[in-house]
C-alpha cells in the first residue's frame, strides 16, 4: 500500500510517496494466488509479482520443498496442499476484513 510523506525541502512541502515493504507471507500468498490461477515458469512469476529472479527462485525451492508447489514441465504449479491453504488465508483475511481488524 502506498502512503503519502509531506517533508519540507527548501521550505518548500514536498510530497513523496513511500512504499511499505511486503512481508514474507504476503509475498508467499501472492506466489500462490498466481499458480492457483495457471502453472507458470518462474521469469513470468517473477516480473507478474515484481520480484527479483534470485529471491524468487528461493521462495519457490521453499514452497517445493514444503509441498504447496510442483515444478512441471510447464513451471511450477500449486499443489491441492498449497490451494487448501491459500483457501484458508482468504478465509482468515476476510474474517479480519468483517471485524474491521486493519492488516
Known amino acids: 500500500m502506498n ?3 509531506y517533508s519540507i525541502v527548501n521550505r518548500r ?5 513511500t512504499r511499505r ?6 509475498i508467499i500468498m501472492q506466489i500462490l ?5 495457471r502453472c ?10 515484481n520480484l527479483t529472479y534470485d529471491r524468487l527462485m528461493q521462495l519457490l525451492k521453499s514452497l517445493e520443498n514444503l509441498g504447496l508447489i510442483k515444478s512441471s514441465t510447464h513451471g ?3 499443489t491441492q496442499s498449497g490451494l487448501t ?6 478465509r482468515f483475511m476476510n474474517t479480519l476484513k468483517a471485524l474491521n481488524i486493519i492488516v
Open 76 to 78: 511450477y504449479c500449486i
Open 85 to 90: 491453504l491459500l483457501e484458508g488465508y482468504r
Open 21 to 26: 515493504n511486503r512481508d514474507r507471507v504476503t
Open 3 to 5: 502512503e503519502i510523506d
Open 40 to 49: 507458470s515458469k518462474p521469469s513470468k512469476v517473477s516480473v507478474e509479482l
Open 33 to 37: 494466488e498466481y499458480l492457483a490461477g
Open 13 to 17: 512541502i514536498v510530497r513523496r510517496r
